[in-house]
């Protein structure tokens, strides 16, 4: 059951608004709607179609973006249920984290970012701001799906600030300077980039690691890319599979690694309640306004644990993110993506009707801003389904 929302808490009733005003539900709070709203776009809906480390060739039981969307708002809620943080709206900055992930995990991101180098690069945390601010195109009155102000605080500033208090990029932006979409819809609508967000933002990007660690644990000890052996190698690790041996010796591997795997979310869950709720009662916020003021986030690991995350980081990424079968999917994948975006910005015509219009409207920046937004939109399926029209050649992606 839901406590009582703390001080610190965003309350939903006090939102800042949304852009274009609107009149409020007898039924649903704003943060409410704001899920709910999230939910029923169409780019949410392709996230089930877009890879997270496994193209959907490699079998149906690895998760997708969508799967993990789902499992990092599940977290994201318990969170925010413990420390008295508004759950919706932890929620709806978790389901709406990955909404601007192209075809192929990272490796689209990747391509796309080399493709648009020359026209200030690809975000996908820009392109999730631009999906809800404006290429959704669902409702009478506006563009985009008009959410409050703290869900697009919480989008832009899930894992901190994006600039020094002076003006200047943070470090994570240092290189290239904070995407220009983000800076252009600030300047609509501040959401002070300086500052930290929300209680709840913060919620939600702890979630997407944890969701990330455990799930990429659990779909690499099942492809087989590493074993309950090798994992043993960490300590944090090797005290949780001692664990699940003692209590049950000799188990079949598929429910070892199940009963593992519920372990370590637990542990890193846990861990972030005890520690969130030490460094509230250390920072005594009165307000989610005192939050966002703070120097530091209020949600986190312990010193201990984070040690152990950026283990399993490690490790996940020699194992499962560059093992030799994953790298060669992620070659190809590259491929395919670079010559859609070459062949879309030399000839806008063969892209749909409504696209070929759009980027006909403009000079060559608008046309493969255009290209961009397309192939960022497109499932695997569909890219893969889009190259096959163009080319002759057809990367298998295994």
């Not at 749909?352 to 920046?365: C, H, K, N, T, V």
Request: proline share 5%.
């Amino acid at each position: 059951m839901q406590k009582p929302l703390a001080p610190y808490g965003a309350d939903a009733s006090a939102t800042r608004g949304r852009l274009f005003g609107e009149p409020r539900s007898p039924t649903r709070s704003d943060f409410q709607r704001d899920r709910d709203r999230i939910i029923h776009c169409t780019a949410f809906r392709r996230l089930a179609h877009k890879t997270q480390v496994f193209v959907a060739q490699e079998g149906d039981h690895y998760r997708t973006r969508l799967t993990h969307t789902i499992e990092v708002a599940q977290i994201a809620r318990a969170l925010a249920r413990a420390l008295r943080l508004d759950e919706d709206l932890a929620e709806a900055v978790a389901l709406a984290h990955d909404l601007g992930h192209t075809p192929f995990g990272h490796t689209g991101e990747d391509a796309l970012d080399a493709c648009m180098a020359e026209y200030g690069g690809f975000d996908h945390n820009a392109q999730a701001l631009r999906i809800v601010t404006e290429l959704e195109r669902r409702y009478a009155d506006f563009d985009g799906l008009n959410l409050t102000w703290e869900t697009l605080e919480g989008l832009v500033k899930h894992n901190g600030p994006l600039l020094e208090a002076s003006g200047a990029p943070t470090a994570r932006y240092a290189d290239r300077g904070v995407p220009a979409p983000i800076l252009a819809y600030d300047r609509r609508q501040p959401l002070e980039l300086a500052s930290f967000a929300s209680g709840e933002a913060q919620v939600a990007a702890i979630a997407d690691d944890i969701a990330y660690n455990g799930h990429d644990l659990d779909d690499g000890l099942r492809a087989g890319l590493f074993d309950l052996a090798a994992v043993r190698s960490l300590p944090f690790l090797e005290g949780l599979v001692r664990e699940v041996d003692n209590l049950h010796p000799g188990l079949a591997p598929l429910r070892a690694i199940h009963e593992l795997v519920r372990r370590v979310i637990t542990c890193f869950v846990e861990d972030v309640i005890a520690e969130s709720q030490s460094r509230l009662v250390a920072a005594r916020p009165g307000s989610a306004r005192d939050i966002r003021a703070l120097a530091q986030p209020v949600i986190g690991f312990s010193s201990a644990m984070a040690g152990a995350e950026r283990d399993l980081k490690s490790f996940l990424s020699h194992h499962m993110y560059r093992h030799k079968s994953v790298m060669r999917v992620r070659e190809k994948a590259d491929r395919v993506v670079r010559a859609l975006f070459g062949a879309f910005a030399r000839a806008p015509d063969r892209m749909p009707l409504e696209w070929a219009q759009a980027a006909a409207s403009g000079d060559l920046r608008h046309r493969v801003g255009v290209v961009s937004d397309y192939i960022a939109g497109m499932t695997d399926r569909f890219c893969m389904a889009e190259h096959r029209r163009l080319f002759d050649e057809m990367p298998e992606l295994r």
